[in-house]
T-cell receptor, first 112, second 119 residues
Framework: GDSVTQMEGPVTLSEEAFLTINCTYT??????LFWYVQYPGEGLQLLLK?????DKGSNKGFEATYRKETTSFHLEKGSVQVSDSAVYFC???????????FGAGTRLFVKA | GAGVSQSPRYKVAKRGQDVALRCDPI?????LFWYQQALGQGPEFLTY????????KSGLPSDRFFAERPEGSVSTLKIQRTQQEDSAVYLC?????????????????FGAGSRLTVL
């Protein structure tokens, strides 16, 4: 079946550090890939997406590249801020389908 | 509305009680989803509506769970005879369908969730 695996947290970084959160997937069809973010007390919101191989999604300084050969969609940011502290979810939707499958989430703490 | 609205935000129920959780999606959004999020986990799919039609309910954990969207807008998730294992955050999300331009990416807009605690 379709699934998403992401690195376990929590991840604790100092401000301005480099961030990588790993995400790999298993898909029965051709997926679109997403990163959603959940800030404390808020609902999940879309951070970025990529719909085909080699696409790079980007938003708010975050980037992720759709790697079909390694079935990965790792999230990166060059310099994190305290305000980036949140839970990050990797997700996929099979093209032509409607169900979005989420990973377990990775909690990020950024210290000043 | 401007966003997806869920109510109540918090619900405490005694085991065996029935509960109803409401979702008011973004106006005009065709697709509506319910997810269950246990503590420290990602959202798990429960059910999907396209307008008023419930096209997939494969994620509902048991026949105690029931969802409806009678007029294709507001939806209600009902849990009968609640059990402690039902304690979770219930998330509602809506979508306008496929992003125009043929990208085929179904982007979800989530509500803040309803946190259910069953004692």
């Amino acid at each position: 079946g379709d699934s998403v695996t992401q690195m376990e947290g929590p991840v604790t970084l100092s401000e301005e550090a480099f961030l990588t959160i790993n995400c790999t997937y298993t898909a029965t069809g051709y997926p679109s890939l997403f990163w959603y973010v959940q800030y404390p007390g808020e609902g999940l919101q879309l951070l970025l997406k990529a719909t085909k191989a080699d696409d790079k999604g980007s938003n708010k300084g975050f980037e992720a590249t759709y790697r079909k050969e390694t079935t990965s969609f790792h999230l990166e940011k060059g310099s994190v801020q305290v305000s980036d502290s949140a839970v990050y979810f990797c997700a996929l939707t099979i093209t032509g389908g409607f169900k979005t499958i989420f990973g377990a989430g990775t909690r990020l703490f950024v210290k000043a | 509305g401007a966003g997806v609205s869920q109510s109540p935000r918090y619900k405490v129920a005694k085991r065996g009680q029935d509960v109803a959780l409401r979702c008011d999606p973004i106006s005009g959004h065709v697709s509506l989803f319910w997810y269950q999020q246990a503590l420290g986990q990602g959202p798990e799919f429960l059910t999907y509506f396209q307008n008023e039609a419930q096209l997939d309910k494969s994620g509902l954990p048991s026949d105690r769970f029931f969802a409806e969207r009678p007029e294709g807008s507001v939806s209600t998730l009902k849990i009968q005879r609640t059990q402690q294992e039902d304690s979770a955050v219930y998330l509602c999300a809506s979508s306008g369908g496929w992003v125009r331009g043929g990208s085929g990416a179904n982007v979800l807009t989530f509500g803040a969730g309803s946190r259910l605690t069953v004692l």
